[in-house]
């Protein structure tokens, strides 16, 4: 029993201090934000929730009252306003240091295509979490771009292509948001040039955001060819998106093209369909993923979670993410409630006696670390 | 440790005297059960189960021999056969009594359209439990008492409309089963109507239950327009629905649709897509759900269950059933077993260090009564 | 505690030395593995793994290096190196007695028809296991050997009843793989001689492996009017499959076809589906199902999978099988880490009050041996 508690405590110290690599995540907001405002960035839903029930009223709420409180020099369990007074009284700047400080990552994957006037940038996350930060850049952003900066229908495809190469200089991951525009459930072949000028000419005349699939699939495929790896949103996310329509499982006729190339596929969240996606892990040599805002969002369950992300994936082709967005609380619960969970589910395994105490630890730094340090090129212990 | 033990004994007392609101309950049964009636209505399957199983050998059926067992004053884990006898000889009417008394419920939401003349009704109900009961009136009887008191295909939308109006004067929700007539996959806009008329007439002529889906979204739009929550039958059920098509998911566009009048949608059962209704609490604010038959149902392992409806719905979202029909011992167990269930997980959040003891009581609270109150205007401490 | 100690301890025992029917097994290696044949085979993926990662990193490798090992002698956690070398130096013959020893399987049912000649055949199972073997037919495999002896359209199907009838001679089970060759999705009702005949010619014409979905459905009315229990492939398999097409819920016309004829149909490994095929179980007379390959994929977290199996089937209707396929490791860790994560689940339910001990007894002893026993008419203790 002695030694039981001693392996479980050696697991948890280095899961502790593992300085993960949180290969998904955007910019923390620079501004103070009011109550309402805190609550609308800490619920996918759209719009100020009912005035009958509060956000932090959900796992991810008891998971800031629980966790952020004491880095912001609160005891754990105090009320929501008096977590929101501290906040207010520490300034953005403080809270946004404190929070990614407690985190512990020790490099970011920025993800800047997303309100992205609102959060700062991959250098004012280096600079606020003292870390290296490099880009993923979402794809339909810099369509949206291209299309902003006027183009004809004619040259959009060659306009996109040079911009996006422009782009990746500096960037370590592409993004598609095809989940959103459309669904995952597109045609997996590319489109033909022809295609391409004619659904280029029908958006640009039309106006509005990119939704149109053949231009998603063109996007998709124009990415492909940078052999860079390539994440995808599945899974929840806000209501914009039909959960049906992002079950990773549609991807499997893009993954089939795309194996002989071998560019990196990246699955992103999954929730609920993260068994789906350990299967697609699993079966495909080329595909990743992780459990992105999953984790922050099922709070106090998440160790469930997390353990079902661990059945049938190899090891080596799990990651972790935070995905946050907005209010730091995303970015350092992101890593503090799966580090918590690792350690409750890998010790479980060891004082189960399935695992050794090594196996767990080093599955734990595949997963938090090396894994994207290899997949990304991020130098480094991998 | 002594400490520890405190806060889960306070839980658990909690929880055990909370007075229950059962948002979705049918009558009990008026009858004295054979055996063979008995176990006809502890499974979903239909028909007599095969002569080499019974459905006592399911989580179900140990259930019933390990908590109405003592209810009846008998020792748990007793046969089938002994609780049989013992529950033939006490009578229905003491069965049913000792029951509904031990279950706890302050207060029943009774359906009534399901074979409602072989149980008993909301003010039988009322008297056995000694509680307030409501009804939920079920929109496709309500169709087919319409059609079988004649009328015409062009006066069908006028009487249903009258008869529904009727109804709901006492009424405190609506419920749809066209989960069971058609699918949840249906078209979301409402049918013109001429379309109703065209519908009412073939439908009309044929005769049979009202299976056309032009119909059942005709009534799903007549009850939206009365402002009562309106419940979905989701998830498992008997083998007369393709589980398949009753994925709440499917129901996304009428959720859109509906979100700008905001009329209270309630997603029932959901099992096995209980993570997925989670969803849909989360990302659209009048959308509810609860677990009904699926935590008696899987008995010992209920308490999985009830963690994953945990995971990412707001707490002021989720609610508590039974959907007892039948046997009193549904009701009994609907109840025993979500306390028994929400104990252990909540306790467990609690024992792990990630939720107060005051959160833990309070989300019970929520959940097994509070949101009902608001959400039906039932009175009493909300 | 002593009594719940003594409780477990005796659940443990039961169950360990319970002599386990295995209804759906292949036959071992007969051949010594060099480690890129071994790794090859401890996953569904094709092709050899990355250089950058090893199979050996999930938790069927885990498994492995945990409790194959002292199967050979060596201790628990060693590399795997060093468990390849143990293994190349007891040779093939020793490792597949130790480790077919080591199930403790009282019955295998042998599928012969998956690369048969790669695999030791029925005959040579009974020998190095030591117990009685039964077969297994799979309809694709015997419908390409009657294509490949030349027929005629119009002689197929006459040939393949004629070759299914002198196969089911000495087998208790037919089995399809559908899914692989079509997905589950497909049409219900028969296809009509002339439609027959057409496919036949069609296939024959273009020969390759059988995949007209007309002539799958003939292989399965045919199957269907043996009488024999017919296995269905379904959930997790090699990415030759598309998952989406192969959950268990697209059979519902099927099952309700067959209903009225009652032949059984037994669901096999169904991960990440099994809970609708345990809702299948339910809600349908005639349908079985097992776990199969998704026990020995999820290693040390299969106590979770088979948790979730125990949900809502009715106990007689779950069945335990290994899916080894070549390496003997399989078919051992598929019933050590059943027998593993049965004890732990149905020991959880003990403990936590929910049943009692016997209960967990009988149950066991029903999934692990004796609904198969009676199903497939073996004899022996049912």
Not at 86 to 91: D, I, K, N, Q, T
Not at 366 to 371: D, L, S
Request: a negative charge; charged letters at 20%.
């Amino acid at each position: 029993m002695a030694s039981e508690l001693t392996v479980l405590s050696g697991l948890h110290r280095t899961i502790e201090e593992l300085p993960l690599v949180d290969q998904h995540a955007h910019g923390v907001t620079g501004r103070d934000l009011s109550r309402a405002a805190f609550e609308e960035l800490i619920t996918e839903a759209h719009g100020p929730a009912p005035d009958w029930m509060t956000p932090f009223d959900s796992q991810l709420g008891h998971a800031i009252l629980r966790h952020c409180a004491p880095v912001l020099g609160l005891d754990a369990f105090i009320s929501p306003e008096e977590y929101l007074a501290r906040r207010a009284r520490l300034g953005v700047v403080a809270v946004n240091r404190l929070l990614l400080g407690a985190a512990g990552a020790g490099h970011y994957l920025i993800e800047t295509g997303y309100r992205a006037d609102e959060v700062v940038g991959p250098s004012g996350m280096a600079e606020l979490a003292a870390v290296p930060v490099d880009e993923v850049v979402r794809l339909e952003a810099v369509a949206e771009q291209v299309a902003a900066s006027g183009v004809s229908a004619a040259g959009f495809a060659g306009r996109f292509a040079e911009a996006l190469g422009e782009r990746i200089r500096t960037a370590r991951a592409l993004k598609s948001i095809v989940a959103y525009r459309h669904g995952l459930d597109l045609d997996p072949d590319p489109p033909s040039p022809a295609e391409v000028t004619e659904a280029a000419g029908r958006w640009l005349a039309a106006g509005g955001r990119l939704a149109d699939p053949v231009l998603l699939r063109h996007l998709i495929w124009t990415a492909l060819e940078t052999g860079l790896p390539l994440q995808f949103h599945t899974g929840i996310g806000d209501p914009d998106l039909d959960l049906r329509r992002a079950d990773p499982l549609l991807l499997r006729g893009l993954i089939e093209r795309t194996q002989p190339a071998g560019v990196p596929l990246v699955l992103l969240h999954c929730y609920p369909f993260h068994r789906h996606a350990g299967y697609l892990a699993h079966a495909y040599p080329h595909v990743f993923f992780d459990l992105g805002l999953a984790v922050h969002h099922t709070g106090a369950g998440s160790a469930a979670v997390v353990a079902e992300s661990l059945e049938i994936a190899p090891f080596a082709k799990i990651m972790f993410s935070s995905d946050g967005w907005g209010p730091a609380e995303l970015h350092f619960l992101g890593a503090e409630l799966w580090r918590r969970a690792m350690t409750r589910v890998l010790g479980g395994f060891v004082t189960d006696g399935e695992w050794s105490a090594g196996q767990a630890v080093r599955v734990a730094t595949m997963i938090g670390a090396t894994n994207a340090r290899r997949l990304y090129r991020l130098g480094g212990a991998a």
